[in-house]
């Protein structure tokens, strides 16, 4: 009923920028939230950024003014602007949308995207 699709991942050298989108589409009532998680090598997935149906941000403490989360609301999309970018930052890179769905208005279910990779070369 409800899809995902990420892109912008790529390759960057350390310092540069990337922009990720995560689109949503499908029978959507309302988003509530959105967030970026990341999942690196051996390493759990880990939140990144994420805001609010109100847009309240929130940010992890080894991305705070790095990264900017924002959303597109008319577009049902999300973005992450990755700046100042580091070797460290190097993931596969998850969107998550807590959506309620036409058929079910008043509950809000997560919904992840299919990741994309993100490296950065030093």
């Known amino acids: 009923q409800v899809h995902l699709v990420e892109s912008g991942g790529g390759l960057v050298q350390a310092g540069g920028s990337l922009r990720l989108s995560c689109a949503a589409s499908?029978?959507?009532?309302?988003?509530?939230?959105m967030g970026w998680y990341r999942q690196a090598p051996g390493k759990q997935r880990e939140l990144v950024a994420d805001?609010?149906?109100?847009?309240?941000?929130n940010y992890s403490d080894s991305v705070k003014g790095r990264f900017t989360i924002s959303r597109d609301k008319a577009k049902n999309t999300g973005y992450l602007q990755m700046n100042s970018l580091k070797p460290e930052d190097t993931a596969v890179y998850y969107c998550k949308f807590t959506i309620a769905t036409m058929t079910r208005p008043l509950l809000g279910y997560d919904y992840w995207g299919q990741g994309t990779q993100v490296t950065v070369s030093s």
């Open positions: 499908g029978s959507i009532f309302s988003i509530e939230a």
């Open positions: 805001i609010t149906s109100g847009g309240s941000t």
